[in-house]
């Protein structure tokens, strides 16, 4: 009798096995995906939005002015939050409003695990709707985006008081209705730990790790025909850093400006000769990459293959915004740097 039920506990642990939910690094697990299936099909995506530039006095203000002013939704996918970004309270006055909270907060922050135990604990005693990201489907959900109402936000930055006073971010912020249902699909799924099946639903001008990151970016490097700036907290990746090779070899002119830190130290050391910058003040942890003045690109992703292939990461790609160009080539001018 003990042999029979041991043998059904192991025939449904199998079982259980084999119905696994479905998995998103589908390009390196299923042979029948390629990354070939990701094309640009749809028109030049138009925007319209706005992108705020951190640190600086009124982004934390129009922060909370907006969840103050909310009327039904307020949905946050985060990495960190943490109550010195003051965005705690106004969240839980929405609540006492009605208004429809739910937040993805990753529960695992490397490094510092525990960091967002408070605010969870805090959110939940109001009887706000939280859960923890899925790490059985990626990493980290390293994401850092919000949809007020019917506004979308796409962040390099978390809710922390660094965001706000210490660190180069930006946030860009629109309402396109593309965007915007893509963003509501992607929450409702981690929401709900499932996975995102609608693969050839994905916009074109949406880099979103770990489904189709990896080929938009290196897309987007080899488009550059004449000027590459990418201006990022951390490059680490092999395949990037070869195609940014292959672009210097071809003559192309290529500025790195990445945070002043150990790992970019050492990857500087292998590239005397590439132009990199260091940037010390204030702390650069922005992800942008600019390819010939006209598309930028904006979102979590760190250029490491972690970001790249094993995280949840939101970005966006921006055609035809000189003056968003002109704005953050003018903060990457005026950062203080070590050559």
């Not at 672009?247 to 500025?255: A, F, Q, Y």
Request: glycine letters at 4%.
């Amino acid at each position: 009798m003990l042999q029979l039920k041991i043998y059904i506990i192991i025939l449904l642990l199998i079982v259980g096995g084999c119905s696994s939910p479905y998995h998103e690094h589908f390009f390196r697990e299923n042979p029948e995906f390629s990354t070939d299936i990701i094309k640009v099909t749809e028109e030049i995506f138009a925007s319209t939005g706005r992108v705020e530039s951190l640190p600086n006095t009124y982004t934390q203000h129009n922060i909370i002015e907006s969840i103050q002013n909310a009327k039904s939704r307020i949905w946050i996918e985060i990495y960190t939050w943490t109550d010195a970004a003051k965005l705690t309270d106004p969240i839980i006055q929405a609540k006492k409003r009605w208004v429809d909270i739910r937040i993805v907060l990753e529960g695992n922050v490397f490094g510092t695990p525990r960091i967002n135990m408070p605010i969870a604990k805090k959110l939940k005693d109001a009887g706000i709707s939280l859960i923890y990201a899925d790490n059985d489907r990626y990493s980290f959900t390293h994401a850092k985006f919000w949809i007020i109402d019917n506004t979308y936000s796409i962040s390099t930055g978390n809710w922390t008081a660094s965001f706000f006073k210490k660190n180069r971010e930006y946030i860009y912020s629109s309402t396109d209705n593309s965007t915007l249902r893509f963003l509501e699909e992607i929450f409702i799924s981690d929401y709900s730990h499932m996975g995102y099946k609608k693969i050839s639903k994905i916009p074109a001008h949406i880099v979103i790790s770990p489904l189709d990151a990896r080929a938009k970016i290196e897309n987007l490097l080899n488009q550059t025909q004449e000027n590459l700036m990418i201006y990022v907290q951390t490059l680490d990746d092999e395949h990037l850093i070869s195609i940014i090779e292959w672009l210097i070899e071809s003559g192309k002119h290529v500025e790195i400006c990445t945070a002043d830190n150990d790992s970019n130290r050492a990857r500087q050391t292998q590239y005397p000769s590439w132009r990199w910058k260091l940037i010390r003040k204030p702390y650069l942890h922005a992800k942008v990459i600019i390819v010939d003045h006209s598309q930028i690109f904006i979102g979590s992703h760190n250029l490491t293959t972690n970001a790249i292939e094993n995280n949840r990461e939101m970005g966006i790609i921006l055609h035809n915004r000189p003056d968003l160009i002109d704005s953050i080539e003018t903060d990457y001018r005026n950062d203080t740097c070590k050559m």
